[in-house]
Nanobody, 121 residues
C-alpha cells in the first residue's frame, strides 16, 4: 500500500488548511504525524478503521479534526486556528492490521512522503 499526502502550504497564523492522504489499497487504523526541523516526529491525530474513534495530541486538540472515507481510501486532517508552532512536515500513516488508532508510530506499517505546512506569524 502506498500513501500520498497533499494539501500543505503556507498560511498566516489563524488560518486553515486541509490535508489529504490517498491510500492505494485497504488500510486499517490511520494517523497523522508531524516533524519540525531539528525535532523528532510527533503524533498529531489518529482514527480507527470502522469505529472512526479519534484521538489527538493535546497541542492540536480543539483545532484539528481527523476524518476518513473508507469507500475512497482517503484520510483527511482539517487544521484550523493554525499557529506558527504547527509548522512542520506532516506525514500520514496507516496500519495493515491494527483497527484502533494509536499515537505510537511503530504501530503503523505504511507512511506517506510528507507535505510541508508553514504558518507565519
Amino acid at each position: 500500500v502506498q500513501l500520498q499526502a497533499s494539501g500543505g502550504g503556507s498560511v498566516q497564523a489563524g488560518g486553515s488548511l486541509r490535508l489529504s492522504c490517498a491510500a492505494s489499497g485497504r488500510t486499517y487504523a490511520m494517523g497523522w504525524f508531524r516533524q519540525a526541523p531539528g525535532k523528532e516526529r510527533e503524533f498529531a491525530a489518529a482514527i480507527g478503521w470502522r469505529n472512526f474513534r479519534t484521538s489527538y495530541a493535546d497541542s492540536v486538540k480543539g483545532r484539528f479534526t481527523i476524518s476518513r472515507d473508507n469507500a475512497e481510501d482517503m484520510l483527511y486532517l482539517q487544521m484550523n486556528s493554525l499557529k506558527p508552532e504547527d509548522s512542520a512536515v506532516y506525514f500520514c500513516a496507516a496500519s495493515r492490521r491494527r483497527t484502533d488508532g494509536t499515537s505510537r508510530p511503530n504501530e503503523y506499517d505504511y507512511w506517506g512522503q510528507g507535505t510541508q505546512v508553514t504558518v507565519s506569524s
